[in-house]
């Protein structure tokens, strides 16, 4: 799909996506395995400012860049992590069962998104994989107040995080040398039809500099 965020001079908002996204995770599955409830109150600070400012700005970006995936993925991500940031700093105490419910609805909203995902990268694919899973697990934690599920959860957020922080440093990575030295398991269809775009988005460049020499 063509992308006219890069005629614009638009950098590609991913990498500020996956970093948002990979601290965020990070922090709540740390929490998850290590830390009683009462002991996120930076983590929802944190949560408010990177997963959600952050994430969303991320989003946005992508709209204007041209990726409508990652711009609902990044943009959900960032309501999602704002949402809990939030009930956490304005609210002493938070019914389990309601809290729980948002987290297993989100997770089977995110698990959607991943579903559409199988063409974009492999790195990308796999940060929603693990994600929508740890969403759903710790849901289901609260349902159970289960400690092996809260751990379950963690685990698949760490991972989800570990995958995110990779891509973020592989895009920045391959974005300063212009070249694809740090795999992210693009698919080959995918890449194809990015070459076509770019041979076509350099036709019109060309185009419109030649028909400006003309009139000069």
């Known amino acids: 799909m063509f992308r006219p965020g890069r ?3 638009i950098a590609t908002p991913i990498p500020l996506g996956l970093a948002a996204l990979g601290v965020t995770t990070f922090l709540l599955g740390f929490g998850l395995i290590w830390q009683p409830a009462a002991q996120w109150g930076p ?40 949402w809990w940031g939030l009930g ?31 063409y974009e990268t492999a790195v990308f694919s796999l940060t929603l994989l ?6 759903v697990l710790a849901g289901c934690a609260l349902f159970a107040a289960s400690p092996a599920l809260s751990v379950a959860a963690g685990a698949s957020a760490i991972l989800s995080a570990l995958i995110a922080a990779y891509g973020c440093f592989a895009g920045c990575y391959n ?6 030295k740090l795999p992210l398991g693009e698919p080959q269809m995918t890449r194809e039809r990015s070459e076509q775009e770019e041979l076509e988005r350099l036709r019109r460049i060309h185009a419109v500099t030649d028909h400006q020499h003309m009139h000069a």
């Open 88 to 118: 956490g700093l304005l609210h002493s105490t938070m019914v389990p069962l309601s809290v729980g419910m948002v987290f297993l609805v989100s997770g089977v909203m995110l698990g959607c998104l991943w579903l559409a995902s199988f």
């Open 130 to 135: 693990f994600l929508w899973i740890s969403w």
């Open 7 to 9: 005629d614009k001079g």
């Open 175 to 180: 974005a300063a040398i212009f070249e694809e």
């Open 43 to 82: 983590y929802f600070g944190e949560a408010v400012l990177i997963g959600g400012i952050a994430e969303f700005l991320a989003g946005m970006w992508s709209f204007a860049y041209g990726d409508p995936l990652a711009a609902t993925v990044f943009t959900f991500a960032a309501a999602f992590y704002g």
